[in-house]
């Protein structure tokens, strides 16, 4: 997973959400320790204070704790990450609905088309 | 210890009755990282040289870390020119040297590492480096400092993507923490991730001065975007 930034939003938003995304998918496990605000900064060529501001904001969510000497962790609550990828997941789906509204399907043909599709996919 | 790193206050500068600074009220915080921004001709590089003591005012005050620019604030300032001050005919070893000579807060080590890494030889003579290599080494120097502010003037100017890329990464990577950074150029776009706050620059005067996430919230758009608009010719 690379770190990429739209243009219209605020980077510290984007970043959040990105670290979610590796976080519900394993790339930070649950309970192990984050890398350091500055590796982290280094690696998605940000500022370390917009780093900084974009995981306060998780803690403030609960995905992240920190411990006062040792840096920061990602949460041990397994219910938590599960919420968050439930709630991701549904704003997902809604968006997909959304756009096939647009182009003119309703819901049970929106879903449907999405099953052919991923059939053949698999062949 | 000064809140504010650098303060200007009414701060004007004049050459031969053209004003380059326009009285200028500024002050810039201590553990950012600040893009001064604006085109050609605007006034940052007057602004950069007159907080590295290298220019005079003409009329108003600009402080560094509380102190007029001078002997004493030089040691606080780690200051990239925008045009080459070293001699050609020096090696990356000598120039290392020098630094260490000049300045008690330069790491040497860290400097040697950042050369090693890059391939660069301590008997490499400046000369024979491609102007690319030759701003990186620069900016290695000038990192390699630990100041309470760095004032890089056009760091990324006449460098390849890759290349902006490489100093931009090396910059975050080696600030001394709670110093401000002061990065003047044009090239928006390649800067924007790295920084905290945005001075928009035009005809002498400051006419932005906003932090970059407060623009893309508010504005709905890049600092690049809006830089366009602001400059639109």
Same mark, same amino acid.
């Given at each position: ?123 | ?43 940052? +590089? ?9 220019? +005079? ?15 004493? +604030? ?26 260490? !000579?000049?300045?008690? !807060? ?9 050369? !090693? ?10 000369? +024979? ?83 970059? !996430? ?20």
């Amino acid at each position: 997973m690379t770190w990429q930034f739209s243009e219209d939003r605020a980077i510290y938003t984007q970043i959040a959400e990105q670290v979610k995304l590796r976080i519900i998918a394993g790339i930070y496990p649950v309970g192990t320790r984050l890398p350091s605000v500055r590796e982290l900064a280094a690696e998605a060529s940000v500022n370390p204070n917009t780093m900084q501001r974009a995981l306060a904001d998780l803690e403030r969510e609960g995905l992240l704790y920190s411990e006062r000497t040792s840096g920061r962790y990602v949460t041990e609550d397994c219910e938590k990450i599960r919420q968050i990828r439930h709630g991701l997941a549904q704003s997902v789906a809604k968006e997909f609905f959304f756009r096939m509204e647009q182009l003119g399907y309703t819901r049970p043909q929106a879903l449907k088309l999405a099953e052919e599709t991923e059939e053949q996919g698999n062949e | 210890m000064s809140e504010m790193i650098l303060t200007c206050k009414q701060l004007a500068k004049g050459y031969g009755g053209k004003l380059a600074l326009n009285y200028v009220d500024l002050s810039l915080p201590r553990g950012e990282i600040i893009g001064l921004l604006g085109p050609n001709g605007s006034g940052k +590089t007057t602004l950069i040289k007159l907080a590295a003591g290298i220019l +005079t005012p003409t009329s108003g005050e600009i402080l560094v870390a509380g102190e007029k620019p001078g002997v004493h +604030t030089k040691a606080l300032v780690s200051y990239l020119p925008e045009r080459s001050y070293l001699n050609d005919w020096m090696s990356a070893g000598q120039i290392v040297d020098m630094f260490h !000579d000049f300045y008690s !807060d330069f790491d040497a080590v860290k400097a040697c590492e950042m050369l !090693d890494r890059l391939g660069i030889s301590r008997r490499d003579k400046l000369k +024979t480096m491609s102007k690319g290599t030759k701003e990186k080494v620069q900016l290695i120097l000038v990192m390699s400092r630990s100041a309470q502010l760095y004032l890089l003037d056009e760091p990324i100017g006449g460098v390849d993507p890759a290349a902006r890329d490489y100093i931009l990464d090396t910059i975050i990577s080696n600030y001394a923490e709670n110093s401000t950074v002061v990065i003047s150029t044009h090239l928006i776009a390649d800067v924007e991730r790295v920084l905290d706050r945005a001075l928009f620059i035009s005809g002498g005067k400051i006419v932005i001065n906003s932090a970059v !996430d407060d623009i893309r919230e508010k504005e709905g758009k890049s600092v690049d975007a809006l830089f366009r608009e602001v400059f639109k010719c």
